[in-house]
């Protein structure tokens, strides 16, 4: 189901993002376009040893961990994949860019992820943080939620009540 959702969801296209920067594009390595492709295959965070094994079988060759965290760290660099902190995984970037006050829900339950873009967040907690005299250093915008699927899915098992 998660390949079909991904599918309609998330098509498989290994160029750049037209919002990447001519510079990403530039340097977008046959590696890096199969990291981002299979990236783009899930539609669920994927560890670096996940996309490892999956980049070994669509490339038929071996490949060592740090080439899949360079990959990993150009792709994030350029805003093309995010790390989700709470799984310690990656995404592709539904809206690429270094900062675009996205906000990644993520379901507890499957782990499907959907980035969210929300406009003006950025500005607005930078606000809030010079207000309490602070300045943000890093974002992290995550929540867990329950997908839609996974609500449906509860909703149709009986429950232990019921019994």
Known sequence: MEAAIAAAACPVDDRPR????????????????????ALRQTLRPLSAYELMERLERSLAR??????????????CRT???????SRNAFVARKMPSA?????????????????????????????????LGVR????I???EVLCADCVSAAADRPSAAAR
């Open 99 to 131: 900062s675009s006050g996205g906000v990644f829900f993520i379901c507890g339950c499957c782990g499907s992820t959907q980035e969210v873009g929300i406009p003006d967040l950025d500005t607005l907690l930078d606000d809030r943080a010079a207000a």
């Open 62 to 75: 071996r490949i060592a961990p740090p080439t899949v965290y360079r990959a990993l760290n150009f792709l």
């Open 18 to 37: 037209a919002h990447a920067s001519g510079s990403a594009v530039a340097h977008m390595t046959p590696l890096r376009r199969a990291t981002l492709a």
């Open 141 to 143: 915008m995550e929540l």
């Open 136 to 139: 943000v250093e890093r974002r």
């Open 79 to 85: 805003g093309l994949a995010a790390r989700i902190e």
